[in-house]
Nanobody, 125 residues
Framework: EVRLVESGGRPVQAGGSLRLSCAAT????????IAWFRQAPGKEREGVSW????????MYADSVKGRFTTSSDSAENTVYLQMNSLKPEDTAVYSC??????????????????WGQGTQVTVSS
């Protein structure tokens, strides 16, 4: 059974940092692309970043580029999202998602097959 479990979300002040974790079980971690999405209240879900565990490539949304970094630890089957210089507009439920599709990558939620339950990040000004 594929399972993704996020952790690390909590309240933080603007300018601060957080590291989110996405622990994956039930699939061949090294063959999957893992993405981070977020959804703020009243807004549509937004793709934040993805990382390909097969070739290490990454991509970021313009809204987080230069502030967020995604990385992968194959020994722990865990993907991380390091978030620096947080802003109130980063407040959202952050979820990770996975797909075995290779060759093309996307920040569209329709591209991903498996989802975690999400973790809340709240940034206060």
């Amino acid at each position: 059974e594929v399972r993704l479990v996020e952790s690390g979300g909590r309240p933080v002040q603007a300018g601060g940092s957080l590291r989110l974790s996405c622990a994956a079980t039930g699939f061949n971690f090294g063959h999957y692309t893992i993405a981070w999405f977020r959804q703020a209240p009243g807004k549509e879900r937004e793709g934040v970043s993805w990382i390909s565990n097969s070739d290490g490539s990454t991509m970021y949304a313009d809204s987080v580029k230069g502030r967020f970094t995604t990385s992968s630890d194959s020994a722990e089957n865990t993907v991380y999202l390091q978030m620096n210089s947080l802003k109130p507009e980063d407040t959202a439920v952050y979820s990770c998602a996975a797909t075995p599709k290779q060759g093309l990558y996307s920040l569209s939620e329709d591209w991903y097959d498996y989802w975690g339950q999400g973790t809340q990040v709240t940034v206060s000004s």
